[in-house]
Nanobody, 120 residues
């Protein structure tokens, strides 16, 4: 079993920054990718950003250079640096981990989420 835990959610003012962290523990023999999704009030879950084991990244269209995903797979960890936050970024942010060597043989695990509120 794999346990995924996020941290770093908080209340932040518009234009501010926040850094989220996520760590996976348990039977993590290999990581294909780690990343972040979010679900805002009344919205569907959407991709924020993810990073593969080769370092390639993929971001949601709304990110527009404001967010950066980074990894330390030696620690089974992924981070999300968010800058220039706006109220539209208010959401529950979920960490997503694909445990495996390739996409085909990976299993997906989710954290419980960490809440970000952007408000003055």
């Amino acid at each position: 079993q794999v346990h995924v835990v996020e941290s770093g959610g908080n209340l932040v003012q518009p234009g501010g920054s926040l850094r989220l962290s996520c760590s996976a523990s348990g039977s993590v023999f290999s990581i294909y990718s780690m990343g972040w999704y979010r679900r805002g009030p009344g919205k569907q879950r959407e991709l924020v950003g993810l990073i593969l084991n080769n370092g390639n990244t993929n971001y949601g269209r709304f990110v527009k250079g404001r967010f950066t995903v980074s990894k330390d797979f030696t620690k089974n960890s992924v981070y999300l640096q968010m800058n220039n936050l706006s109220p539209e970024d208010t959401a529950d942010y979920y960490c997503n981990v694909l445990v495996g060597s390739t996409l085909a043989d990976s299993r997906v695990y989710w954290g419980q989420g960490t809440h970000v509120t952007v408000s003055s």
